[in-house]
Nanobody, 129 residues
Framework: QLQLVESGGGLVQPGGSLRLSCAASGFTLDYYAIGWFRQAPGKERVGVSCISSSGGSTNYADSVKGRFTISRDNAKNAVYLQMNSLKPEDTAVYYC??????????????????????WGQGTQVTVSS
């Protein structure tokens, strides 16, 4: 069974950090671009970051640039999202997704959810004092 599982979410104070993990089972992530998306209550799901299958290309939403870092370890079949300087507006359910054929924009993977094939169940991130 092909599965993605996110972990690492939780409650953190503004300015704090969290590291999300996305682990795959049933398939290898080597050939997949991975995206992180988030959905806040009452809002649409939006792309946060993505990384190419090789890890050589990354992309970030403007709202998280300079604060979030995406990385992958294909040997561990996992992708990570390091989130620093968290803000209350980062509060959301975070999802990872894998896409085999992701189009690129100026050489960077896109964060269009429709192009991603497999999705995890999500992990809650709450930033509050």
């Amino acid at each position: 069974q092909l599965q993605l599982v996110e972990s690492g979410g939780g409650l953190v104070q503004p300015g704090g950090s969290l590291r999300l993990s996305c682990a795959a089972s049933g398939f290898t992530l080597d050939y997949y671009a991975i995206g992180w998306f988030r959905q806040a209550p009452g809002k649409e799901r939006v792309g946060v970051s993505c990384i190419s299958s090789s890890g050589g290309s990354t992309n970030y939403a403007d709202s998280v640039k300079g604060r979030f870092t995406i990385s992958r370890d294909n040997a561990k079949n996992a992708v990570y999202l390091q989130m620093n300087s968290l803000k209350p507006e980062d509060t959301a359910v975070y999802y990872c997704a894998a896409g085999r054929y992701i189009t690129t924009v100026q050489g960077m993977c896109n964060m269009l959810g429709l192009e991603y094939d497999y999705w995890g169940q999500g992990t809650q991130v709450t930033v509050s004092s």
